[in-house]
């Protein structure tokens, strides 16, 4: 696996450049708006994330899943809650003083793969034995919580299949271990699956896509009935709406690019789950088949986190 050395080299500070220097050095000199980009954008991303108050895919770009989850570091935290990163929130995730930007070394076990392309639809990625990641950068990319992009971003001209590359990452490993949780709340609200403790309050919070008109949020209270690491998916075209005529049942392969990702929190509602994806950058973003998506990385966080009987309230 690569190896994370606890700060990053330093390059020259560039306002606006995304380097190590710049990034973990960012303070805050206006409040984040939607749209923004830029060295403050991405520290507050990676602090937000370390925090477990995701921003979804990390990306240096301000955007409705940023603000929820400022917005929900705010509640959490007794601050005026109001999405934007203002002066006070921006106090309170400074205390967080880890470096954002890291480097890593990739190992050889980085690069082995196997990586291959994927068929498009169900019936040929039904042929595959498994549904693994399509390059090394894409792996990468879901282990430091980080779009493919970004990653290219902060290191130009880097080989991201070679052994020995050092590269520039975000920061993501949490400071804490997580709090007991007591139970999941999902809402379609604001397209968020939040973790309570005993006492009620919100320890952990991550975007999520929540239904659509075509198979709503079955609301209420649910029962988590167990977690299933690596599952494979069972397609069943008579529960899919938008299911071409001529598609049959077919069994799926495991793996990160499973269409319901690397874990399966199994709800007590018939055919309903809380569960991975290979799309991160659609989270929170576009509809679902009634099912609570999330990122592969925040799914597996939730699900080290629940235990069966838990209970899981859909809310709108």
Same mark, same amino acid.
Do not use: C
């Given at each position: 696996?690569?190896?994370?050395?606890?700060?990053a080299?330093?390059?020259?500070?560039?306002?606006?450049?995304?380097?190590?220097?710049s990034?973990?050095?960012?303070?805050?000199t206006?409040?984040?708006?939607?749209?923004?980009?830029?060295?403050a954008?991405?520290?507050?991303?990676i602090?937000?994330?370390?925090?477990?108050f995701?921003?979804g895919?990390?990306?240096g770009?301000?955007? *409705?899943? %940023?603000?929820?989850?400022?917005?929900?570091?705010? &509640? !959490?935290?007794? @601050?005026?809650?109001?999405? /934007?990163?203002?002066?006070?929130?921006?106090t309170?995730?400074?205390?967080?003083s880890a470096?954002?930007?890291?480097?890593?070394?990739?190992?050889?076990?980085?690069v082995a793969?196997?990586?291959r392309?994927?068929?498009?639809g169900?019936?040929?990625?039904?042929?595959?034995?498994?549904?693994?990641?399509? *390059?090394s %950068?894409e792996?990468?990319?879901?282990?430091f919580? &980080? !779009?493919?992009t @970004?990653?290219?971003?902060? /290191?130009p001209?880097?080989?991201?299949g070679?052994?020995?590359?050092?590269l520039v990452?975000?920061?993501?490993?949490?400071?804490?271990?997580?709090p007991?949780?007591?139970?999941?709340?999902?809402d379609k609200?604001?397209?968020?699956?939040s973790?309570?403790?005993?006492?009620?309050?919100?320890?952990?919070?991550?975007?999520?896509?929540t239904?659509s008109?075509?198979?709503?949020?079955?609301?209420?209270d649910w029962?988590?009935?167990?977690?299933?690491?690596?599952?494979?998916?069972?397609?069943n075209?008579?529960?899919?709406?938008?299911?071409?005529?001529?598609?049959?049942?077919?069994?799926?392969?495991?793996g990160?690019?499973?269409?319901?990702?690397?874990?399966?929190?199994?709800?007590?509602?018939?055919?309903?789950?809380?569960?991975?994806?290979p799309?991160?950058?659609?989270?929170?973003?576009?509809?679902s088949?009634?099912c609570?998506?999330?990122?592969?990385w925040?799914?597996?966080?939730?699900?080290?986190?629940?235990?069966?009987?838990?209970?899981a309230?859909?809310?709108?």
């Open positions: 696996m690569a190896t994370a050395q606890t700060t080299a330093a390059s020259p500070a560039v306002p606006g450049v995304l380097t190590p220097e990034v973990n050095d960012a303070g805050l206006t409040p984040v708006k939607a749209g923004d980009k830029g060295v954008v991405l520290r507050a991303q602090l937000l994330d370390r925090a477990r995701s921003p895919e990390i990306d770009a301000s955007g *409705s899943n %940023l603000h929820r989850a400022i917005a929900g570091f705010q &509640a !959490s935290h007794g @601050l005026e809650v109001s999405g /934007n990163m203002d002066a006070p929130t921006w309170a995730l400074d205390s967080d470096p954002a930007l890291i480097s890593v070394t990739l190992s050889a076990e980085d793969g196997p990586f392309s994927l068929p498009s169900m019936p040929a990625q039904a042929k595959l034995d498994a549904l693994g990641y399509v *390059s %950068l792996a990468l990319g879901e282990r919580h &980080a !779009s493919p @970004l990653l290219r971003q902060l /290191n001209g880097k080989d991201f070679r052994a020995g590359e050092q990452v975000p920061g993501v490993q949490a400071t804490s271990p997580m007991a949780v007591a139970k999941v709340v999902v609200s604001d397209s968020t699956v973790l309570l403790d005993e006492a009620g309050k919100v320890v952990a919070q991550y975007p999520a896509s239904g008109e075509h198979d709503p949020l079955p609301l209420g029962k988590i009935k167990g977690v299933g690491k690596h599952p494979v998916f069972h397609y075209p008579k529960l899919f709406w938008d299911a071409k005529a001529k598609d049959a049942k077919a069994t799926l392969a495991a990160p690019n499973n269409p319901v990702g690397v874990v399966w929190i199994d709800l007590s509602k018939d055919h309903y789950g809380i569960h991975g994806t799309e991160p950058s659609k989270i929170g973003k576009t509809q088949h009634g609570i998506r999330m990122t592969n925040s799914a597996q966080e939730v699900s080290e986190a629940v235990k069966p009987g838990m209970i309230t859909l809310q709108e």
